[in-house]
């Protein structure tokens, strides 16, 4: 089976621990640019202390409570109000899987782009949290799959190829989101499904949705090396397979 253990939360760790010999080199001068791009931790939820102390709105977006989201919205909250992380109420209701909350806010005019303080907006967080049913609430409220997110300057369809999300990853296509985007790693989203995958069913079905999208397959790295070139290195057999034909389920 073409697959290997990976660390979803830590791009270096996948590219290492998907690399092959062969590929070493060509990994290590990935990784060299992870370090200088890399934040000490990617999405943070609110922590248990911070939650503790919300009030308001992103209390009542934490817990769900649609009563107290009345009252707050009746008397005046800021809908956009921010906490130390920089999240709003729907930043803090997308991680809680909030959907009434999310519903509710989107309505009252609450900005569906904002960014937080590591530049993920809430299409971004439910795309990496592998939260389908509140994707595609936040697409059918109006929020947008093509804003440029995070430290990287990707997009929410790169960190959901990366993590082999491909039920996300059809959702994003299907809303538009950039098919050929490349990030400051000068990695697009089929690159990351190669070279930040685990070869493994999921980023197989995840590659196969950006080639049947049309992605470009020409793209390179820094180094020169397409997604085949990538996936030839890594032994990702069925990837290569897809890869060379431009077509194949996996």
């Known amino acids: 089976?073409?697959?290997?253990?990976?660390?979803?939360?830590d791009p270096v760790a996948s590219a290492f621990g998907s690399a092959t010999i062969r590929g070493f080199i060509v990994c290590c001068s990935a990784c060299a640019a992870l370090?200088?791009?890399l934040p000490a931790t990617a999405q943070v939820p609110p922590t248990a202390a911070e939650i503790a102390q919300y009030r308001g709105l992103h209390a009542a977006a934490q817990s769900g409570d649609l009563a107290a989201l009345r009252q707050a919205?009746?008397?005046g909250a800021a809908l956009n109000a921010r906490d130390g992380h920089g999240r709003s109420p729907l930043h803090v209701a997308t991680f809680a899987r909030q959907r009434e909350v999310v519903r509710m806010l989107a309505k009252a005019g609450a900005d569906l782009a904002l960014l937080e303080n590591d530049r993920y907006d809430a299409v971004t967080i439910a795309a990496v949290a592998d939260d389908e049913e509140t994707l595609r609430l936040l697409l059918a409220l109006g929020a947008s799959a093509k804003l440029i997110t995070s430290r990287y300057d990707g997009t929410a369809l790169i960190a959901a190829a990366h993590l082999g999300h491909d039920g996300v990853v059809r959702q994003l296509i299907a809303a538009g989101a950039p098919l050929d985007h490349v990030n400051n790693?000068?990695?697009?989203?089929?690159?990351?499904a190669v070279v930040l995958g685990d070869g493994g069913q999921r980023h197989q079905a995840t590659?196969?949705?950006l080639i049947d999208a049309g992605a470009d397959l020409r793209l390179a790295d820094r180094n020169g090396n397409t997604?085949?070139?990538l996936?030839?290195?890594?032994?990702?057999?069925?990837?290569?397979?897809?890869l060379e034909t431009g077509r194949g389920k996996p």
Do not use: C
Request: proline share 2%.
């Open 1 to 9: 089976m073409e697959s290997e253990k990976r660390n979803d939360s």
């Open 35 to 37: 370090f200088g791009a």
């Open 73 to 75: 919205l009746a008397g």
């Open 185 to 192: 790693l000068h990695w697009t989203a089929t690159i990351e």
């Open 207 to 209: 590659l196969y949705a």
């Open 227 to 229: 997604p085949l070139a």
């Open 231 to 242: 996936a030839r290195q890594r032994g990702y057999t069925s990837m290569v397979r897809m």
